[in-house]
Every structure is written in C-alpha cells, then in structure tokens.
C-alpha cells in the first residue's frame, strides 16, 4: 500500500475525510496497477476516476471555504487549479503512451501531491471550517453527477459486479461506495452471478462482456429467463457499437466502453435503475 489512512490525515469535516479517503485508495489502486505490467485497461479507468474525482472534491472543498468566509480561499483554489493540472497531466500522458509512463515517478509524485496537500493546505482551514457546520453540510451536498443529474436512491440501490479482474473489481467498489451503495455483491464468474441473483437480487449488474465460463450474451439470456427486475450493463474492451449490433436483441439495458470513466458509470447506473426493465412487466 502507498498510502495508508491514519487519524493525522483527518481534518474532522465528515464529507472532506470521505472524500479523501476515496483519493487515498484510488492513489494505492494506481499503485498496484503499475506494479503490474497486464494492467493497463484498469490502470486508464483509475486515473480517469483520479481526475474526476479529484476536480469534484475539489469543487466542494472550496465551496465549504467560500461559505465559511475563509480568508486563505483564493490562495488554496490556486494550489487546487495547480494539483488538478498535475494530475490531468499525468493521466494524459498516460493516454498518449500507456507503456512509457515512470512508475517511479508517478507514485512518487501522487503520494507527496496529496498527502502533503492534506496535512498542509487543508488543515490551515480546519478551525474556521469546523466551527461551521452549516457551510460543510452545504457543501457535503454537492452531487458527483452532471449538471441536472440527480439520484437519491443510492443508499437503496443493490449493484452486483461480476468481473473476473480483481484490480477492476476494487475500482468499480470505491467509485461505488464514493456515492453511498452499500449494497455491493462482486463475484469473479457469470455462473455464480446467475447463481447469486435468485437468492439475493440485484437493481443494476454491471457485468464484463468477456468471461471464462460463460460470454455476455448467454448471461443476459439467463438473467432475462429469471423475470427478475434486474437491469445489466455490459461493461467491455470493444466499441459499443460493435456490441450493440452484436446483441441487439439481448436483454441489455446498457454498454460501457471500457477504459470507463467514473461519472458514465454512475450516470448510467443512475439511469438504467429508474427504468422498469422487461422481464418486470412481462415483456421479457
Ligand atoms: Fe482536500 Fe484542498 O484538497
């Protein structure tokens, strides 16, 4: 682990903590993913959740300060402006060449751009901060979605991963658990979803279109033949396109391209799971 979290880095203001420790583990998920070299799919997807994730805390944050009058606001959004360029400029390069990326640098230089912004920056505006509990609850309240996308069910939400990639698997948990499900079953083949499903069903499955044991087309035959209010979003390496004409008769309620990008993710989570999917009206 590159980081690990430990009371120091606490500030005490609940959503900047959960926040942080978000980065902490997506900071230790880019970590293992270069120590192995098959990894460069989910090494693209952690950066991309890197990046989003990092410009939404920070857009938090400095809301919380603006409202708590802080008076080191304009000084701490320029050291916000100057880490987020930081970071994009890390996953660019990562993009413009996935095999030529300094392992040594990019750990190193991750591990100091946060844990030294923390303990420094952000502990200057603890006390005016924590002595007003009505600017950080206001700011807590700043969605991870797009603009006009909102969803309140995710504590309600029941999500099953089945993916045989545990790098992928402990992403797709933290981006998850980021926006407050708890309720997550991972499972590492489609024939123990399938399994898992009729005793514990599941709103959404995000599901790899590639399996061992079973493709993504038999899988969501199986899951349409259990007439369970189940949606699946096929998660895959080839362009939706192709999948789309591929199975366009499946029961598909969705396909994400994989490097995927957290807010998609979500925003088609979001969406799939307000739809009544056919096998629960009979048409499946
Ligand atoms: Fe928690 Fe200023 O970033």
Not at 166 to 175: G, S
Not at 187 to 203: K, M
Not at 213 to 219: H, I, R, S, V, Y
Request: net charge negative; with cysteine; glycine share 6%.
């Amino acid at each position: 682990m590159l980081v690990e979290w430990t009371s120091k880095l606490e500030t005490g203001v609940t959503f900047v903590d959960a926040d942080h420790k978000v980065l902490i583990n997506l900071l230790n998920q880019v970590n293992d993913c270069i120590s192995d070299n098959e990894e460069s799919t989910v090494l693209g997807s952690v950066l991309d959740a890197l990046v989003e994730y990092t410009d939404y805390h920070f857009l938090r944050e400095e809301k919380m300060m603006e409202l708590s009058g802080y008076s080191g606001l304009e000084t701490h959004k320029t050291t916000h402006r100057v880490l987020s360029g930081q970071v994009r400029a890390v996953y660019e390069d990562f993009q413009a060449s996935p095999w030529n990326v300094d392992p040594v640098h990019v750990r190193d230089f991750l591990q100091s751009w946060l844990v030294d912004h923390i303990m420094g920056s952000d502990f200057a505006y603890r006390d005016t901060c924590l002595n007003n509990a009505a600017a950080s609850d206001a700011a807590g309240q700043v969605g991870f979605l797009g603009d006009g996308v909102t969803f309140n069910e995710w504590e309600h939400l029941r999500v099953m991963l089945v993916d045989d990639n545990p790098n992928f698997c402990r992403l797709i948990r933290t981006i998850l658990r980021a926006v407050g499900i708890r309720n997550i079953q991972i499972v590492d083949n489609a024939a123990e979803g399938i399994s898992r499903l009729a005793d514990r069903p599941a709103d959404v499955v995000l599901c790899d279109w590639v399996m061992d044991d079973m493709n993504g087309t038999e899988f969501a035959r199986r899951v349409g033949e259990m007439q369970l209010p189940t949606r699946v979003v096929m998660l895959t390496g080839y362009s939706t396109d192709v999948l789309k004409e591929r199975s366009s008769d499946l029961m598909v309620a969705d396909y994400l391209e994989k490097p995927i990008k957290a807010r998609n993710l979500l925003e088609t989570i979001s969406r799939v799971a307000m739809v009544v999917p056919f096998a629960a009206v009979g048409l499946g």
